[in-house]
């Protein structure tokens, strides 16, 4: 099974509303890093935590280690946030390894 | 914030070409990681490397081969290339292991005709 879930997969909104993304973790995750991948292609660095909160503008990131999961708020959409969200979890399972989740696409709309 | 290159941005090559995906980095990391992106998966380890003349096996390695010549460049190589080798592929760096965070290259898109 996914060891990083992300959801919903795909979520449509109005400029100006608010929105909330999630990572389900069956890995014993220590980081969590939080891309926006644009139309592009290119993967933005928007949040890497440890356990805690961060904040960056409109956007707000939890990670809770022993619940594993990370949720990212995103606050009065704009257009630019358009793109596809993608969550990863660093874990040590015989390696170390950033596992992906397979990704929130998000559209943000007039 | 550190910077990665990738070079070519683009490349069309047929089956059973050699292809060379380049990435440096210039901000001193010493760990380095390909990636490949397809539609219905986030992004999968190829290969690592956390120096120069080091390399490590991912999760998707088969096909690929990968030299790490300096502390700042990072090749892939394909070398009798296939149309499942279609892809979008990243190269990152990170100061240290998995725990640090990564920073990602603008990727080069291949296509495998």
């Known amino acids: 099974g996914d060891k990083v879930k992300q959801s919903p997969s795909a979520l449509s909104l109005q400029e100006g509303t608010n929105s909330a993304l999630r990572c389900n973790f069956s890995?014993?995750?220590?980081?969590v890093q939080w891309f926006l991948q644009n139309p592009r292609g290119s993967l933005i660095n928007l949040f890497y935590?440890?356990?805690g909160t961060k904040e960056n503008g409109r956007l707000k990131s939890a990670f809770d280690s022993k619940e594993s999961y990370s949720t990212l708020h995103i606050r009065d959409a704009q257009l630019e946030d358009s793109g596809t969200y993608f969550c990863a979890g660093s874990a040590s399972s015989g390696s170390w390894q950033l596992i992906f989740g397979s990704g929130t696409q998000l559209t943000v709309m007039p | 914030e550190a910077a990665v290159t990738q070079s070519p941005r683009n490349k069309v090559t047929v089956t059973g070409g050699n292809v060379t995906l380049s990435c440096r980095q210039t901000?001193?990391?010493?760990?380095m990681y390909w990636y490949r992106q397809d539609t219905g998966h986030g992004l999968r380890l190829i290969h690592y490397s956390y120096g120069a003349g080091n390399l490590q096996i991912g999760d998707v390695p088969d096909g690929y081969k990968a030299t790490r010549t300096t502390q700042e460049d990072f090749f892939l190589l394909l070398e009798l290339a296939s149309p499942s080798q279609t892809s979008l592929y990243f190269c990152?760096?990170?100061?240290?292991?998995?725990?640090?965070?990564?920073?990602f290259g603008p990727g080069t898109r291949l296509t495998v005709l």
């Open positions: 890995i014993a995750a220590t980081t």
């Open positions: 990152a760096s990170s100061h240290r292991d998995w725990g640090y965070e990564q920073y």
């Open positions: 935590l440890v356990p």
């Open positions: 901000n001193s990391h010493n760990y």
